[in-house]
């Protein structure tokens, strides 16, 4: 069992820039995500990084602008926004991928975090 902790969402205006931390109760050794949901739609990929952080993955829409890292010495995952738009607004959510199947899938994820607000003003 792993718990997550997402943190660091809020307020900004479009064109800021904020930093998600997803701080997990113990080391997992997969590959973690990053989702999205927004008011009325369903969960979407954002980026993904495996457990070695050696590579990364990241949806068209969010591709130059975020930025996904992590540091298992201090079991976290991070996720850089930058340039936001108003269409970034929504809960941010980590997840570690225990499953197989593309990296993409939102089923092939488990242990997910509470997830954390992310509003861009216009």
């Known amino acids: 069992q792993v718990q997550l902790v997402e943190s660091g969402g809020g307020l900004v205006q479009a064109g800021g820039s904020l930093r998600l931390s997803c701080a997990a109760s113990?080391?997992?050794?997969?590959?973690m995500g990053w989702f999205r949901q927004a008011p009325g739609k369903e969960r979407e990929f954002v980026a993904a990084i495996s457990w070695d952080a050696s590579i990364t993955y990241y949806a068209d829409s969010v591709k130059g602008r975020f930025t996904i890292s992590r540091d298992n010495a201090k079991n976290t995952v991070y996720l850089q926004l930058n340039s936001l738009k108003p269409e970034d607004t929504a809960v941010y959510y980590c997840a570690v991928k225990t499953g197989l199947g593309s990296i993409e899938l939102y089923d092939v994820y488990s242990y997910w975090g509470q997830g954390t607000q992310v509003t861009v003003s216009s």
């Open positions: 113990r080391r997992t050794g997969y590959a």
